[in-house]
């Protein structure tokens, strides 16, 4: 079964700071796809960013960057200079390409609040 | 582009009534899943379909639920009779899946469902 953990619920930080939100994932496929979801406080869910299993190069985009680790089944994301735009949920999610279809597994989410 | 549209945002309603809820997912997007997110079970998958097809129910809680997609365009989720712990924010997701390839899930806004 597949599993996605985040492990910090909340993290508090000031405006410009840079902050790390962790994911790890538990998976028996060799072949699965890594997601990233913000959800802001008007409550839809955007998405952010996908990986598949066979490339593990980082990724940025603007402040936002991401790291994968297969050797420690980590996806963490990093807000580069936070802003208090940033403040959300953001989900880590999984999804197996099996032939039951592709259905996504979130981890339980992280509260990020920036403060001004 | 128009994204995922669900229908109604917000459902207030009297325990023992029939909820129906609504999603016309992304044009040209051959796969449709509903989750529910509530504070104790996060973002859970209820049903997921595949060119029409319902492919996975297993999130489904019972037979209280059922889900249909008579069209590429159109799907309902119904809740009857419908019970206070019914109450959650109910998502909607498209994505285009090709052959044996996961693809990314666009979400809609979401109806937020209270049973009172």
């Known amino acids: 079964a597949q599993k996605v953990t985040q492990a910090q619920t909340e993290i508090s930080v000031v405006e410009k700071e840079d902050v790390t939100l962790d994911c790890v994932y538990e998976t028996r496929d060799t072949t699965y796809y890594l997601f990233w979801y913000k959800q802001p406080p008007s409550g839809e869910l955007v998405f952010l960013i996908r990986r598949n299993s066979f490339d593990e190069q980082n990724e940025i985009s603007g402040r936002y960057s991401w790291n994968f680790q297969k050797s420690t089944s980590s996806f963490n994301f990093t807000i580069t200079a936070s802003q208090v735009v940033d403040s959300a949920v953001y989900f880590c999610a999984l999804s197996e390409d099996g032939t039951s279809g592709s259905r996504l597994t979130f981890g339980e989410g992280t509260q990020l609040t920036v403060n001004p | 582009d128009a994204g995922v549209i669900q229908s109604p945002r917000h459902e207030v309603t009297e325990m023992g009534q029939e909820v129906t809820l609504r999603c016309k997912p992304i044009s040209g997007h051959n796969s449709l899943f509903w989750y529910r997110q509530t504070m104790m079970r996060g973002l859970e998958l209820l049903i997921y379909?595949?060119?029409?097809?319902?492919?996975?129910d297993s999130g489904m809680p019972e037979d209280r639920f059922s889900a249909k997609m008579p069209n590429a365009s159109f799907s309902t989720l119904k809740i009857q009779p419908s019970e206070p712990r019914d109450s959650a924010v109910y998502f909607c997701?498209?994505?285009?899946?090709?052959?044996?390839?996961?693809?990314?899930?666009?979400f809609g806004p979401g109806t937020r469902l209270t049973v009172l």
């Open positions: 997701a498209s994505s285009y899946r090709g052959g044996t390839l996961t693809d990314t899930q666009y």
């Open positions: 379909f595949n060119n029409n097809v319902p492919i996975d």
